[in-house]
T-cell receptor, first 113, second 111 residues
Framework: GAVVSQHPSWVICKSGTSVKIECRSL??????MFWYRQFPKQSLMLMAT?????????EQGVEKDKFLINHASLTLSTLTVTSAHPEDSSFYIC?????????FGPGTRLTVT | DAKTTQPPSMDCAEGRAANLPCNHS???????VYWYRQIHSQGPQYIIH???NNETNEMASLIITEDRKSSTLILPHATLRDTAVYYC????????????FGTGTSLTVIP
């Protein structure tokens, strides 16, 4: 399966600032990547599907202007949380669509103070 | 995509088989059944998947009923490191390969 990394692994930011999270596919050319959010003691919620070279497709209820996704290459997708607020504090996880399923990154813990 | 339902929690004695059920009664013929697990504060880890036939790999076995309305993940000899939340997901590759996670089963392996 694909090896997926995320950076940073955790980040603390002040309310109103923007934070960028990187998702890298280290050994696989990822045409499609996914972004998920997970609140404490809850399941993963799909936020958006990111296709290389095109605009991301967002799930219903996810604000595309707040969660900016860029998938400019086959190995990198970025999620930018703009004007972050404390309610955006969560665990953000990306995945790569590969043969036989999705391969997940280790996640990024975002805390907005 | 078909909705899946799983018991919220289960316990299993170390060294015994853990049998985790999943109901997917509305699954379509095009939907695969995938199993992942998530250890606290980590990304989900792939376990196994299948369409109609039973499957086995080095981690687990997947038993799918003939009508495909339910499946069981079997961890043959559970260890303490198998303590995790296990997710059963129905995936339709014809409509895109999005994963919509349910609530999963929190498995605790007891020494």
């Amino acid at each position: 399966g694909a090896v997926v990394s995320q950076h940073p692994s955790w980040v603390i930011c002040k309310s109103g600032t923007s934070v960028k999270i990187e998702c890298r596919s280290l050994d696989f050319q990822a045409t499609t990547m996914f972004w998920y959010r997970q609140f404490p003691k809850q399941s993963l919620m799909l936020m958006a599907t990111s296709n290389e070279g095109s605009k991301a497709t967002y799930e219903q209820g996810v604000e595309k202007d707040k969660f900016l996704i860029n998938h400019a290459s086959l190995t990198l997708s970025t999620l930018t949380v703009t004007s972050a607020h404390p309610e955006d504090s969560s665990f953000y996880i990306c995945s790569v669509a590969g043969t036989g399923g999705q391969y997940f990154g280790p996640g990024t813990r975002l805390t907005v103070t | 995509d078909a909705k899946t339902t799983q018991p919220p929690s289960m316990d299993c004695a170390e060294g015994r088989a853990a049998n985790l059920p999943c109901n997917h009664s509305t699954i379509s013929g095009n939907e695969y059944v995938y199993w992942y697990r998530q250890i606290h504060s980590q990304g989900p880890q792939y376990i196994i998947h299948g369409l109609k036939n039973n499957e086995t790999n080095e981690m687990a076995s997947l038993i799918i009923t003939e009508d495909r309305k339910s499946s069981t993940l079997i961890l043959p000899h559970a260890t303490l490191r198998d303590t995790a939340v296990y997710y059963c997901i129905a995936v339709n590759y014809n409509t895109g390969n999005q994963f919509y996670f349910g609530t999963g089963t929190s498995l605790t392996v007891i020494p």
